[in-house]
């Protein structure tokens, strides 16, 4: 089973992407620890062929899940190997309550979001980065969903089983879905 968690920005891939994995007993696949270097530098901006290279790698395995909507640089390659698609399409109310509350934890526990990147969300990026998490989810809300409805649709990932969660709780028997025979 190879497992692509996607949804726009705060909605809630990484902690359901683990809880999937741990659930499953599958590998996890952070896609933004692979893209985020140190200093807040990211390889699918600043090198594009290394992302997909270590991307290629980390999803080259049998079984996995991955989270992570990285677009034209990994998307296709990433369901070409998935068999199941989560989108988390909730609404832009929940996805912002979620995004705000995280950056506001982030910016209070001061943990570095990637081991060895020494990257912490401060408080100032809110205001200074236009793509602070934050304001990416809210402008790119519409955008995400109208891009994964036409995902879904394309021929070329029919194969994939595609569980479209539009609200939290839909969440909550995922695994055990997941794990039953079809």
Known sequence: MRIAVVGTSGSGKTTLGRAL???????????D????????RDLNSHDPEEFKRRVGAALGAEAWVSDGNYGAAVGPSTLARATHLIWLDYDRATVMRRVIWRSILRVLD???????TGNRERFLQ???????PIRWAWRTHALRRARYEALIADPANAHLKVFRLRHPRDADDLATKLAAPN
């Open 21 to 31: 994995a741990r659930d499953l007993n599958l590998p996890f696949v952070e896609l």
């Open 126 to 132: 809110w205001f200074t980065d236009k793509d602070h």
């Open 110 to 116: 001061r943990k570095e979001l990637w081991p060895g």
């Open 33 to 40: 620890a692979i893209n985020w270097q140190a200093g807040w």
